[in-house]
């Protein structure tokens, strides 16, 4: 099998130093809803979000319990030290988009009071819903006749801009002039939460190390996993086969939504949400299969439920190879059936009356299919150079003559795998393989020069095998004038 190698977005994370591929394109951008001081079931989330600002007299603090309680206990206000504050003096609460989105969308549950006083002209006390980007979505003051009202329930505004929201309450007047009093008192707003729909952009990136093939059968792919993302954060990732979840992992805590979907409203607290912005080696452990071809595909999401697909890739599993025995007898033909022999390593097949003879006239090919670093000359043949450790594959076939016809030797008839090194054939060898759908795989890896021969046959019948020199190089490796490569 082939070394571990990494998979992913090549804007992942810097500090992997291996090539990756770019990963298919994220779903489209989710919306998001973010929620201040109380939450959309009225849970309490904090003031830490907000900015406060006060000035001349201006006072900007919690009633009752603040975003402390849940909804209807406490919330925000903005309001004056006294009924009559000096000109110029401002109370103010400010909500900041995080950068990593666009605001979309705005709903304050907030409610005035003191605007229901008489009006007193040029004295306006004013209160003032806005964002950054100069939009006035709310506006009320003293001296402006039929908007005077004490405001309730909730502000909705369903297209905003800018990088914060405010609401304030202000003495319009310059100098040191005096707002008038008016007759109801204190002028002031209170805000009990906050919504900011939000549009994270930002798909996630990342990266695979570990995806490999072919595997062997009952093997299963550990991954680890690098993601980063530049929006909400990221929230989970999965692994599947052939379309099936196999392997999840969420990557966030706490509010971070466990499964989110780009699709589906998604409501988080603004602030700490849990979702981190990168991930590094996050293990993933990926059943495959008996043996046979499977799709795999490992995906990153993101806290607004924007996907990236990672890997998309077939993965092979090849059959386990059957033990070595002193003894194989198999038949060959339709009439042939299993049995046993006194002959070690005879491989039998049936003739037109159903006895059992020696196969006929085997063929045996194998040649290297992986691509190898290059190819030397030595002597007067030309060898593939491989890579120190990495395994290849070498695939072939094994026929027999049956009836005049050349067929393929039956599912497990063996083939031994042996080598050698310096003209001498080593006794250990490298096992066996056998047939399977007609055919021949082995996957070999060295560290050292070599001939591999690839033999089939009975020790007292007729013997067939392949001869492969390989020689073993580096990356970097030279040739030396006579075209051998050097090790």
């Known amino acids: 099998m082939c070394g571990a190698h990494l998979r992913g977005s090549a804007a992942a994370i810097a500090l ?18 973010l929620w201040a001081c109380h939450g959309g079931h009225g849970e309490a989330l904090g003031t830490a979000p907000f900015v406060p600002m006060a000035s001349r007299g201006g006072r900007a603090g919690t009633y009752e319990r603040g975003c402390e309680g849940p909804a209807g206990t406490g919330g925000l206000d903005a309001t004056f030290s006294s009924p009559d504050p000096e000109g ?33 002209s040029g004295d306006p006390q004013v209160y003032e819903a806005a964002t950054s980007s100069g939009e006035v979505l709310e506006h009320a003051a003293l001296d402006e006749p039929g908007r005077d009202e004490p405001l309730s329930g909730e502000l909705v505004a369903p297209s905003v801009t ?50 490999r093939g072919p595997l062997e059968a009952g093997e299963s792919l550990q991954l680890l996993l690098y993601a980063n993302d ?19 992992v969420r990557l966030g805590t706490g509010a971070c939504p466990e499964h989110p979907s780009s699709s589906a409203t998604i409501e988080l607290p603004l602030g700490a949400t849990g979702c981190p912005e990168s991930v590094l080696k996050v293990p993933l452990s990926v059943p495959v299969g008996g043996p046979g071809s499977y799709q795999l595909r490992v995906s990153v999401t993101d806290a607004a439920g924007n996907e990236t697909t990672l890997v998309d890739e077939t993965i092979v599993v090849e059959s386990a190879q059957l033990p070595s025995s002193n003894t194989v007898t198999i038949g060959i033909g339709s009439q042939g059936s299993p049995s046993s022999s006194s002959a070690a390593g005879s491989v039998l097949g049936s003739s037109s009356s159903g006895a059992l003879v020696a196969c006929q006239l085997p063929m045996l090919t194998m040649k290297l299919v992986s691509k190898p670093l290059r190819y030397a000359k030595v002597g007067r043949q030309r060898v593939p150079v491989l890579l120190a450790g990495r395994r290849y594959v070498y695939r072939g076939a094994l026929t027999c003559l049956v009836n005049n016809h050349r067929v393929s030797a039956p599912a497990g008839t063996v083939v031994h795998v042996l080598d050698e090194v310096g003209g001498r054939l080593l006794k250990s060898g490298r096992g066996t393989m056998t047939v399977h759908k007609g055919a021949l795989r082995a996957i070999l890896g060295y560290t050292s020069a070599r001939t591999i021969i690839f033999r089939y046959g009975p020790i007292d019948g007729e013997l067939v095998q392949v001869k492969l020199p390989i020689e073993i190089g580096s990356m970097r490796a030279k040739t030396n004038e006579k075209g051998r490569a050097t090790r």
Do not use: K, M, N
Not at 16 to 33: C, E, L, N, Q, Y
Not at 91 to 109: G, K, N, T
Not at 230 to 248: K, Q
């Open 230 to 248: 530049t929006g909400l954060g990221l929230a989970s990732a999965e692994a599947s086969i052939d379309g099936h979840t196999v392997a999840f």
């Open 162 to 211: 800018g990088r914060y929201v405010s609401v304030s309450v202000s003495c319009a007047l310059l100098g040191g002039e005096s707002c008038a009093a008016p007759p109801s008192g204190v002028v002031g707003v209170y805000v009990s939460s906050l919504a900011l729909g939000v549009r994270d952009e930002a798909p996630p990136t990342g990266a695979v190390e570990g995806v």
């Open 88 to 120: 110029g003096s401002v109370a103010s609460w400010q909500l900041f988009v995080p950068a990593s989105v666009a605001l979309e969308s705005l709903r304050i549950a907030r409610s005035t009071t003191g605007f229901e006083g008489t009006s007193v």
């Open 16 to 33: 992997i130093a291996a090539a990756v591929v770019v990963p298919r394109p994220a779903r489209a951008s989710g919306s998001v809803v």
